[in-house]
């Protein structure tokens, strides 16, 4: 069992720590996709659209960038039709995750090559998916008797095997939530929601600068601090964040007209709705990523679960105790494997493995739209994890403790 002292600040930090060193930089991830949409009249969906062949590719590079936010992009669209359930898979496989500012600070060659590994491994599965299936469909049904898939306004299913979503196929505007532009209503909360928007962008880019000074100090222990310090400004920015995130996700978005979360946008028609996306989506994300921090940090607290020691493995059990970290949603346990690699802790094969398995936190708007589809998904990242690190165990000259990290 845990003291009250002891789970209230589990809360308080797994409150701050989570918009800090996900949330602020999903922000940023998201905002620079929304732009281009913006600014490119939504020729990326379009290009997507008619370039099949190619969204395996285009979904692994969008994974492979830093962060979870190019990721977060691809799973609305996978949702609409656009993707295939191909390229979700190489999407996943290839995402870094928030680990990866980690090992690319403290060990940076090690990240060239097992994200690069990941890359390869998430374009070659989701190619195979999408040619052969891979028994796709048998992993669809067991998941459908295991549980009711979970969609957005009470979708239809179909099946994710036939090669597409497990909502149905009519467009996303029949949903029945408010989807904003000329409809949004007007008054006090509306001009307060506005306001709420505005100050969580200045907030989240104070998050970003401590964020990027975390790291830059090596991923330390941060104490509470009320002070014009960086312990300071990680305090405010993570607990402000997450507050006003809370707020625009269950109370903003339906007075400021992003009313329904985790869906694409074809266009924007000003540079300040492209700001309101992102701030939305992100907002989501949040919300999902705190409930993971909490969930991982009281079940470490009342189970005394030791990820080093997991991890730590002997043998060829380190890169399946990788892959398997990797089944959990979100990077608060893959930031923690991150830093016992950069402590040399973990061979490189479990580095790679679980940077193949994890997901971070782009399944959270898949899980939220449409939990079938996810689940199936992580199961489908977890197999490539296990061959690529256990091939890397038995082959890999430098799959040792230690590699490519500085100093």
């Keep these: 069992m845990i003291g009250a002292q002891e789970a209230i600040d589990i809360f308080v930090y797994s409150v701050r720590d989570g918009f800090v060193q996900v949330s602020a930089f999903v922000a940023v991830t998201v905002l620079l996709f929304s732009y281009i949409q913006y600014r490119t009249g939504g020729r990326i969906v379009t290009f997507l659209e008619n370039n099949k062949r190619l969204q395996p590719i285009a979904g692994a590079l969008l994974g492979l960038t830093p962060g979870c936010g190019g990721a977060i992009i691809a799973m609305p669209l996978y949702i609409r039709g656009t993707i295939s359930f191909g390229t979700v898979v190489a999407t996943l496989a290839a995402t870094a995750g928030d680990a990866a500012f980690v090992i690319l600070v403290l060990a940076p060659e090690a990240a060239l090559y097992a994200y690069g590994i990941a890359f390869v491994a998430g374009v070659t599965f989701g190619y195979a998916i999408d040619i052969w299936g891979l028994g796709v469909g048998r992993v669809d049904r067991a998941v459908d008797r295991l549980s009711r898939p979970m969609t957005d306004g009470g979708f239809s299913t179909t099946s994710v095997a036939s090669g597409g979503p497990s909502v149905s196929g009519y467009e996303m505007d029949n949903c ?10 007007s008054g006090p909360l509306t001009t307060f929601s506005h306001a709420v928007h505005v100050i969580w962008w200045a907030v989240a880019f104070s ?15 941060v104490p509470l601090e009320l002070a014009p310090t960086f312990f300071g400004l990680f305090t405010v920015a993570g607990l402000v964040g997450t507050t006003l995130s809370f707020y625009l996700h269950f109370v903003g978005r339906r007075y400021i007209g992003e009313g329904e ?9 000003s540079a300040y709705e492209t700001f309101q996306h992102a701030a939305m989506e992100t907002s989501m994300v949040t919300v999902w990523v705190i409930g993971a921090y909490l969930v991982y940090e009281y079940g470490v607290a009342i189970f005394a679960i030791d990820i080093g020691a997991l991890t730590a493995a002997a043998g060829v059990l380190a ?3 990788g892959a398997a970290l990797g089944l959990i949603p979100g990077c608060a346990p893959q930031i923690v494997f991150a830093g016992l690699y950069a402590e040399g802790a973990i061979p490189f094969s479990a580095l790679t493995a679980n940077a193949i398995s994890q997901d971070g936190d782009a399944l959270f708007p898949l899980m939220a739209i449409d939990m079938k589809a996810a689940i199936i998904a992580t199961i489908y990242t977890t197999i490539p994890a296990l061959i690529s690190g256990i091939l890397l165990y038995y082959f890999w000259p430098f799959a040792s403790f230690g590699f490519g990290v500085l100093g």
């Excluded at 990027?212 to 090596?218: I, S």
């Design 176 to 185: 029945g939530h408010d989807h904003g532009g000329d409809t949004e209503p």
């Design 207 to 221: 998050g970003l600068v401590a964020g990027v000074l975390y790291l830059a100090r090596g991923a330390p222990e």
């Design 261 to 269: 979360a985790g869906r694409i946008r074809d266009d924007f028609q």
């Design 319 to 321: 890169p399946i105790a």
